[in-house]
């Protein structure tokens, strides 16, 4: 049975703005306040609405004087008017008022947004309507009921058995770098090329990048998703710790606890038991503790327990929740940013009935909602704030990666949000061979690829090896507990391709901290989304899996490219990279690095060292040829070589100087088996 249809962005939370009026989506068109979200999907009991900057200043002064941040009623005459007639029992800022961050709140409007609280038996339509003519309120939004708040994994998780090791094994080279014993199961790290349909360098090229940075516990990463099992023995080292706590590793924003809840589960009428598996597998691609001799590795998980801090922000569960619950994900961005996070880690989404048709979905999507949102109000004010109080952050502003949804299959090139909206970082995903996972969602507003698994090539190996839910305490009806290897399994999904980014963001962040260097939210995102490799070359033909996939439909569609960790750590280290074809002698342009005139430089020749030649299985010499680099690469890999020449020699070619500048440039050569010009160093 096809899966519930994860379209994040049926709700279009950030589509049509318009001044003074808005159609709302299920009636006619509305004076006064802007109107926001959808009424059919619409959760009951709460409103949320943004005031005008009067009389939010206003009913601040008033909760200052009073000593009441919770209350039932605002303070201005009219808008209680309205409340009362309702019945409300509650009028709440939605993020709480702190001086300190005031100023900056201003700037995104966030500290405008209230919630509003009532009977779940009042028509909900009638309260934003009421609302909506009062003086002050700029903005009605009825928040979407979190029934539809889903993870963006396809299908369930398979625990890992010894026993299907023999189906089809996989190893990779990675294992050379750390002794974490399932390394050899992480194709996404570093792909040999020897599974089903698999390719050489179909991964993140994470061991290269490994030689250089491992991560670092100054970064903290937020994990907004279901609760991350903190005492997982191949997570609780880089498990980050509220400052003057000693137990808050995060918040339970799905019933208001500082106690995160991995215990509760519910029977799925398609895969049985589902456990809350998913926030731990997330987190451990990102920074499971690395050569400490126990499990997998983690992106930037460190060397031996020093890798990037994991801040577990769950608004994802299976027990008993409340109200509140209905704006976790924009609280979990407030206590992220407050709390020192500057990546925040996405890979959730919403779910509509299977009966809502492409043209259903597009005309939610351009018609009937505001631009003005709370949740977009605090994904910015996180963009923009994060890092900030850290005047040794590497990034002032924070990051928001999203995984881009996992029905590409069903709804084609369709736009998705929140992971459309343009300021964040959408993750679509391909398989071990550079080609897309079945189920990815794709179009011209994805920004990049990473792996997610694909388990319809491959069912054993296929998905993505990570760390999940091993609980004692937890009576598991799938048989993981006597698997051989307990705590670690496959799922594949975005969700899995989108912690790879935020896992290379985090390694790269920590580079940049250990190299002194510091960025705008801007500037990192450009140098992240061009440390990429070519897969439209890939996309050619069709591909067989659950469906019969035309990959010309995926062109361009896909990002940038597959995202390369090495290539990012080399921008931030400020070295060129080279992109070579594996198996033909070509011509590397150096017009890029030495200027127009690299063609009337003297080249002295090229510094290669016997490890790199035999990693690229580089034989023959590499020459120059009217200012360029001739090289023949006949294995997949990176290497670091250094070209010499002079200014004001001789003649061309290579030679003894005769007068005139030495010049010397340090080069990364990335050697795959396609390459075009996509990305780069900037």
């Given at each position: 049975?096809?899966?519930?249809?994860?379209?994040?962005?049926?709700?279009?939370?950030?589509?049509?703005?318009?001044?003074?009026?808005?159609?709302?989506?299920?009636?006619?068109?509305?004076?006064?306040?802007?109107?926001?979200?959808?009424?059919?999907?619409?959760?009951?009991?709460?409103?949320?609405?943004?005031?005008?900057?009067?009389?939010?200043?206003?009913?601040?002064?008033?909760?200052?004087?009073?000593?009441?941040?919770?209350?039932?009623?605002?303070?201005?005459?009219?808008?209680?008017?309205?409340?009362?007639?309702?019945?409300?029992?509650?009028?709440?800022?939605?993020?709480?008022?702190?001086?300190?961050?005031?100023?900056?709140?201003?700037?995104?409007?966030?500290?405008?947004?209230?919630?509003?609280?009532?009977?779940?038996?009042?028509?909900?339509?009638?309260?934003?309507?009421?609302?909506?003519?009062?003086?002050?309120?700029?903005?009605?939004?009825?928040?979407?009921?979190?029934?539809?708040?889903?993870?963006?994994?396809?299908?369930?998780?398979?625990?890992?058995?010894?026993?299907?090791?023999?189906?089809?094994?996989?190893?990779?080279?990675?294992?050379?770098?750390?002794?974490?014993?399932?390394?050899?199961?992480?194709?996404?790290?570093?792909?040999?090329?020897?599974?089903?349909?698999?390719?050489?360098?179909?991964?993140?090229?994470?061991?290269?990048?490994?030689?250089?940075?491992?991560?670092?516990?100054?970064?903290?990463?937020?994990?907004?998703?279901?609760?991350?099992?903190?005492?997982?023995?191949?997570?609780?080292?880089?498990?980050?710790?509220?400052?003057?706590?000693?137990?808050?590793?995060?918040?339970?924003?799905?019933?208001?606890?500082?106690?995160?809840?991995?215990?509760?589960?519910?029977?799925?009428?398609?895969?049985?038991?589902?456990?809350?598996?998913?926030?731990?597998?997330?987190?451990?691609?990102?920074?499971?503790?690395?050569?400490?001799?126990?499990?997998?590795?983690?992106?930037?998980?460190?060397?031996?327990?020093?890798?990037?801090?994991?801040?577990?922000?769950?608004?994802?569960?299976?027990?008993?929740?409340?109200?509140?619950?209905?704006?976790?994900?924009?609280?979990?961005?407030?206590?992220?940013?407050?709390?020192?996070?500057?990546?925040?880690?996405?890979?959730?989404?919403?779910?509509?009935s299977e009966d809502t048709t492409p043209d259903d979905n597009e005309k939610e999507w351009n018609y009937g909602y505001s631009n003005v949102d709370a949740l977009k109000d605090a994904m910015n004010t996180f963009i923009q704030?994060?890092?900030?109080?850290?005047?040794?952050?590497?990034?002032?502003?924070?990051?928001?990666?999203?995984?881009?949804?996992?029905?590409?299959?069903?709804?084609?090139?369709?736009?998705?949000?929140?992971?459309?909206?343009?300021?964040?970082?959408?993750?679509?995903?391909?398989?071990?061979?550079?080609?897309?996972?079945?189920?990815?969602?794709?179009?011209?507003?994805?920004?990049?690829?990473?792996?997610?698994?694909?388990?319809?090539?491959?069912?054993?190996?296929?998905?993505?090896?990570?760390?999940?839910?091993?609980?004692?305490?937890?009576?598991?009806?799938?048989?993981?507990?006597?698997?051989?290897?307990?705590?670690?399994?496959?799922?594949?999904?975005?969700?899995?391709?989108?912690?790879?980014?935020?896992?290379?963001?985090?390694?790269?962040?920590?580079?940049?901290?250990?190299?002194?260097?510091?960025?705008?939210?801007?500037?990192?995102?450009?140098?992240?989304?061009?440390?990429?490799?070519?897969?439209?070359?890939?996309?050619?033909?069709?591909?067989?899996?659950?469906?019969?996939?035309?990959?010309?439909?995926?062109?361009?569609?896909?990002?940038?490219?597959?995202?390369?960790?090495?290539?990012?750590?080399?921008?931030?280290?400020?070295?060129?990279?080279?992109?070579?074809?594996?198996?033909?002698?070509?011509?590397?342009?150096?017009?890029?690095?030495?200027?127009?005139?690299?063609?009337?430089?003297?080249?002295?020749?090229?510094?290669?060292?016997?490890?790199?030649?035999?990693?690229?299985?580089?034989?023959?010499?590499?020459?120059?040829?009217?200012?360029?680099?001739?090289?023949?690469?006949?294995?997949?890999?990176?290497?670091?070589?250094?070209?010499?020449?002079?200014?004001?020699?001789?003649?061309?070619?290579?030679?003894?100087?005769?007068?005139?500048?030495?010049?010397?440039?340090?080069?990364?050569?990335?050697?795959?088996?396609?390459?075009?010009?996509?990305?780069?160093?900037?």
């Open positions: 049975m096809k899966r519930i249809l994860l379209v994040c962005g049926l709700l279009a939370l950030f589509s049509c703005t318009k001044d003074q009026t808005e159609v709302a989506s299920d009636g006619g068109t509305q004076s006064g306040a802007v109107f926001s979200g959808s009424l059919s999907k619409a959760a009951k009991g709460t409103v949320a609405v943004k005031l005008t900057p009067q009389a939010a200043a206003a009913v601040v002064a008033q909760q200052t004087r009073s000593g009441e941040t919770v209350a039932a009623r605002s303070g201005i005459e009219d808008i209680d008017a309205a409340l009362e007639r309702i019945g409300v029992t509650r009028f709440e800022r939605l993020w709480a008022y702190d001086p300190a961050w005031e100023d900056r709140y201003s700037v995104t409007g966030i500290n405008r947004w209230y919630t509003v609280y009532f009977d779940e038996h009042t028509d909900v339509a009638e309260v934003g309507k009421l609302l909506a003519e009062r003086p002050g309120i700029a903005v009605v939004q009825y928040p979407i009921d979190p029934k539809y708040r889903r993870v963006m994994k396809e299908g369930t998780v398979k625990p890992y058995f010894v026993e299907n090791d023999s189906k089809a094994n996989v190893s990779t080279r990675a294992v050379t770098a750390m002794n974490d014993p399932f390394l050899n199961k992480q194709w996404h790290y570093d792909n040999p090329g020897t599974g089903n349909k698999s390719k050489t360098g179909a991964d993140i090229n994470l061991t290269d990048a490994w030689s250089l940075c491992t991560g670092s516990s100054d970064i903290i990463v937020a994990v907004i998703d279901e609760p991350i099992y903190t005492e997982h023995p191949d997570l609780k080292a880089n498990i980050w710790t509220k400052p003057g706590t000693t137990s808050e590793h995060g918040y339970n924003f799905y019933n208001q606890s500082a106690t995160l809840d991995w215990k509760s589960s519910y029977n799925d009428p398609d895969y049985g038991m589902v456990y809350a598996d998913h926030g731990s597998h997330v987190a451990g691609v990102i920074a499971a503790v690395n050569n400490n001799g126990v499990g997998i590795g983690g992106i930037a998980g460190g060397d031996g327990g020093n890798g990037v801090k994991l801040m577990s922000c769950q608004i994802l569960g299976y027990g008993e929740n409340n109200i509140d619950y209905y704006y976790a994900d924009s609280k979990a961005f407030e206590y992220a940013l407050k709390n020192g996070a500057v990546i925040a880690q996405n890979s959730w989404g919403w779910t509509v704030y994060a890092g900030t109080e850290n005047p040794d952050s590497p990034i002032q502003g924070g990051l928001v990666i999203f995984a881009a949804g996992n029905d590409g299959d069903l709804w084609q090139d369709a736009k998705m949000y929140p992971p459309a909206y343009a300021p964040v970082i959408a993750v679509g995903a391909m398989d071990w061979g550079f080609q897309p996972a079945y189920y990815t969602c794709y179009g011209s507003w994805v920004d990049i690829t990473a792996p997610g698994g694909d388990q319809s090539v491959d069912y054993y190996n296929g998905g993505v090896f990570s760390t999940i839910l091993c609980d004692d305490a937890i009576n598991y009806e799938d048989g993981r507990k006597s698997s051989g290897s307990y705590g670690y399994g496959f799922m594949q999904g975005t969700s899995m391709a989108c912690p790879h980014v935020s896992g290379v963001a985090a390694l790269g962040l920590s580079y940049a901290l250990a190299k002194g260097k510091q960025y705008t939210v801007a500037e990192f995102k450009s140098m992240l989304l061009t440390s990429v490799n070519d897969i439209d070359t890939y996309l050619d033909g069709t591909k067989q899996s659950l469906t019969t996939m035309q990959l010309r439909n995926y062109r361009k569609q896909m990002g940038t490219g597959a995202i390369d960790a090495y290539q990012l750590l080399m921008q931030i280290e400020g070295t060129p990279c080279l992109k070579a074809k594996v198996g033909v002698q070509q011509q590397l342009s150096l017009d890029k690095y030495f200027g127009k005139a690299s063609a009337n430089l003297t080249y002295l020749g090229v510094e290669i060292s016997q490890a790199d030649r035999t990693k690229l299985g580089i034989s023959a010499e590499p020459t120059f040829v009217s200012g360029k680099l001739r090289l023949h690469c006949t294995k997949p890999g990176v290497a670091r070589i250094t070209v010499r020449a002079v200014a004001g020699g001789s003649g061309l070619g290579t030679g003894t100087s005769m007068g005139g500048m030495e010049i010397a440039k340090e080069f990364a050569v990335i050697a795959r088996a396609v390459q075009t010009e996509n990305g780069g160093w900037l």
